[in-house]
Each structure stands twice: as C-alpha cells, then as structure tokens.
C-alpha cells in the first residue's frame, strides 16, 4: 500500500495493524511505533481512533482530502492503555501521523506494540509497511 505522488510538505496518516490478541488473557496497549522510516519523512504523532469513529479502518488517507477523517475532532484515546479483551480484535486502531519533509525514496515499515499482560511488560514487532514516494 502507498502512494507513488506523494509531495513535500504533505501530512499523511498510516493505520497500524488492528491489534489482536489471541489469548486468553486481557492486554493493555501501553504504546506504538513504526520501526523503520525512511529519510523524508516525519512522524508527528501517534493515536488511536475508534473504528466507528472514522467509518471503517483508515488504511492510508492524506490530511485534507475530502474522504478523510478529521482526526482533529475525533476523540484520541492514546493517553490511556488501550484494552483488548482475549480472542477478540480491538475497536480501537492506531495511526502515525507522517509529515513529508523531502521526497523520500521508500516509507515506513515495522510497526511496534507494547502491552502489559499479566503484570508483564512485552514488546511485539508486526511487519507492516506503507510506501511513500515522489517524483
């Protein structure tokens, strides 16, 4: 997934993977990351949406665009653990807010989980990936 036309200057939201969790105990999202980023590009934030919020999963979607949420006005619910229940997916997704500083040649791939469970702290990498690029 990405966009071959991406421009400076431009602001760009990327949706991490819908967190899972396979067991059958609680977790407790506590942060994310994208791993690996190309130079030309900013990551500025990172939060989580509700997937009624913006209508559906928000897989790549350019700041402004007529069709795309408007994030601004959404409520954020990354300044608290995100909850997800066991053998259930969450409703509530992150995204990274990419800013486009120079036209970079790749994107962004990796993208990082931390969640307690348990009383334990853990750290999952997920193979992700979005390329952004420009002529």
């Known amino acids: 997934m990405g966009s071959e036309n991406v421009k400076v200057g431009e602001t760009w939201w990327f949706a991490l ?3 899972t969790n396979r ?3 609680p977790i407790d999202i506590t942060g994310v990351s994208i791993v690996q980023v190309s130079e030309g590009i900013e990551v500025l ?3 989580a949406y509700s997937l009624e919020d913006t209508e559906g999963l928000a897989l790549l979607v350019k ?3 007529r069709l795309t949420p408007r994030f ?6 990354s300044d608290k653990p995100v909850k997800v229940a066991p053998h259930t997916s969450s409703d509530i997704y992150y995204l990274a807010r990419l800013k486009i500083t120079a036209l970079p040649d790749q ?3 990796y993208c990082r989980f931390v969640y307690r469970q ?3 702290e853990f750290t999952q990498t997920l193979d992700c990936e979005v390329e952004l690029t420009g002529q």
């Open 45 to 47: 934030q990172y939060g």
């Open 107 to 109: 994107g962004a791939r």
């Open 118 to 120: 348990g009383g334990r």
């Open 23 to 25: 067991s059958a105990e």
């Open 72 to 77: 601004a006005a959404l409520r954020d619910h």
């Open 63 to 65: 700041e402004g665009e």
């Open 17 to 19: 993977p819908v967190p």
